[in-house]
């Protein structure tokens, strides 16, 4: 029976996809787990895989077109299956009701002796059992969880416990790859885990069979595993019957085997296997991937293979360097003088919500800004000393961070929110940190920043920074912001002025740190200065608001001690 395959929504921003390649053709036969297509959204590119077998009858659009989230993307069937009722939208009850009809009139002018022969259906019969156990109400089994709000299946990064292996309350099942970070699975029960849903590398569907946990001999492995087959949570481990009957051995000399062989050249399509997340960091790492073994299920390259790459020996990596160079020189070289010369590229998904969100925070919010001049002098000496002999270095971004969140107390209506018939006065004080990745931006939130020390704040940005850079923040750890932090100082810049992130209705602009001539006591001596510009939505704040704000935060960070008070 040919089933419908709708554009998944792959991140949480994800309104439409655009088809960056398909690895199947219409008539080509489909396995379940081949890959299918790759989706570029507004975050990655993302790989799907074909989650059941048969043959490609039918694609949504042609590489390079777009997709809304739940329009048709692909159907997959039984090669000259009739899919005319799907395309107009009658789904796959009427594809499915045809040839039951026909069956039922064949059976109807049958004499009695057809009886017998429809007889042997006790198979059937065996079956339904299984499928009419409900696995979900379960305490042995483990499905998949949905680890953040836009996930609809896990890659298994690696399982921390074996077949066989004794599990207690708390310890780490497995760590789980997700569309935005890999992440740890405790176990909220105690007995021997008895089944794997996946092998290393493999995907499982968001409910699907993840694992069975319980007492050896009396709980039925092979009737859940049926069960979550009948009920379509089955997964491709679901056929490996030793792990089932116990004999874990000769699974683990197999998976050993599939790790040692990890290839680290294409497949039969000229592609190379590997996740996501796994092409992501290698991209940021500027890691070839071609060089690079896979440890997955078929030689497929996971997370762990980017973090322990390491090049086989330093002349190579050397070596490739003057070659791109060479390369770039003669491409700009084969350019005419003179001509008029450029490239396009098209815009991605990511750069795509970028632009929507952004312009509906410029476009709605009706922007205002406030800028002011502060005296830095006793804030570059404070912070001197309170670096010396100190484990965690505190930058001057964190010096401003905490005397935000100190004004931010006395200003709560900077502090605030708004949501169109009512306005939100925060009374917690959470502070996003804009932090500059590869593909964009990420803004990493320090939570209730006026009740934490200056070393605190420090350490946190710190980890946030490198978790967003190496794509590993975890949900929690970007919502829910009531104010930000956008500094580019550090890249030489004196003053600029930022869009408001949503659902702030303020956001400031640090400008660097520069000596300049200023007059103090009637003479002109060198001074630290820093500009900061504060943007605000003035269907909220007030200029008069804003103004005084600025005036707190400038006296605090003239005044360092004050903020520590």
Not at 72 to 96: F, P, R, T, V
Not at 114 to 120: D, L, M, S, V
Not at 150 to 160: D, F, L, P, Q, S
Not at 179 to 195: I, Q, V
Request: proline share 5%; hydrophobic share 40%.
């Amino acid at each position: 029976m040919a089933e419908s395959i709708l554009m998944p929504r792959l991140s949480d921003t994800m309104t439409e996809g655009v088809i960056a390649a398909w690895h199947k053709k219409v008539g080509d036969p489909v396995k379940k787990g081949d890959l299918l297509a790759e989706v570029e959204t507004d975050k990655a590119t993302m790989e799907l895989e074909s989650y059941k077998d048969g043959t490609l009858l039918h694609i949504g659009t042609e590489k390079g077109g777009k997709l809304q989230v739940n329009d048709l993307l692909a159907i997959i069937g039984n090669s000259g299956e009739d899919i005319s009722g799907m395309l107009k939208g009658g789904g796959e009850n009427k594809a499915a009701s045809q040839p039951a009809k026909k069956e039922e009139k064949k059976a109807d002018p049958a004499p009695k002796e057809a009886a017998p022969k429809e007889t042997p259906a006790p198979k059937k019969e065996e079956a339904k059992p299984a499928a009419a156990l409900d696995i979900s109400k379960m305490e042995e089994v483990v499905l998949m969880p949905r680890l953040s709000d836009t996930m609809t299946e896990g890659v298994i990064a690696g399982w921390n416990k074996n077949v066989g292996d004794t599990v207690k309350k708390g310890d780490v099942l497995a760590e789980i790859e997700t569309d935005k970070a890999t992440m740890e699975l405790e176990s909220y029960k105690n007995g021997k885990l008895l089944y794997q849903g996946a092998k290393k590398g493999e995907k499982i569907a968001v409910n699907d069979l993840l694992c069975i946990i319980g007492e050896e001999g009396k709980t039925d492995v092979n009737a859940i595993v049926a069960a979550a087959k009948a009920g379509g949570a089955g997964t491709q481990a679901a056929a490996a019957t030793p792990e089932n009957t116990g004999t874990t051995q000769g699974a683990g000399q197999e998976s050993k085997e599939e790790e040692d062989h990890g290839s680290d050249s294409p497949d039969a399509n000229g592609r190379v296997k590997a996740s996501p997340l796994a092409r992501k960091l290698a991209a940021e790492k500027g890691i070839d991937i071609k060089k690079v073994n896979g440890s997955g299920d078929g030689g497929r390259i996971v997370k762990s293979d980017i973090d322990n790459y390491k090049p086989s020996t330093e002349p190579t990596t050397a070596a490739t360097a003057p070659s791109t160079a060479g390369g770039q020189q003669q491409a700009s070289a084969s350019v005419p003088s003179g001509v008029v010369s450029f490239d396009e590229v098209p815009v991605s998904q990511m750069r795509k919500v970028i632009a929507k969100r952004l312009a509906e925070s410029k476009f709605s919010a009706p922007h205002f800004y406030v800028t002011m001049v502060i005296d830095m002098d006793k804030a570059v000496e404070g912070r001197a000393k309170l670096n010396e002999g100190g484990k965690i270095k505190i930058s001057f971004n964190d010096l401003v961070l905490k005397a935000c969140a100190v004004a931010l107390r006395q200003h709560p209506a900077v502090n605030s929110s708004w949501l169109g018939d009512k306005i939100r006065f925060n009374h917690h004080i959470n502070i996003g940190v804009a932090v500059a990745v590869e593909d964009g931006l990420l803004v990493p939130v320090i939570r209730f920043a006026d009740m934490k020390s200056l070393t605190q704040i420090g350490k946190e940005v710190k980890e946030l920074a490198q978790k967003a850079k190496d794509k590993k923040l975890q949900p929690s750890e970007w919502e829910g912001n009531t104010f930000t932090i956008s500094n580019l100082g550090m890249f030489g810049v004196d003053e600029f002025t930022a869009i408001i992130n949503p659902p702030d209705a303020c956001i400031l602009a640090v400008g660097g740190i520069n000596q300049v001539p200023v007059v103090k006591n009637g003479a002109v001596v060198p001074g630290n200065i820093m500009k900061v510009t504060l943007s605000c939505d003035h269907r909220v704040v007030d200029g008069a608001t804003g103004a005084a704000f600025l005036q707190t935060l400038k006296s605090l960070l003239e005044e360092p001690l004050r903020m520590l008070a």
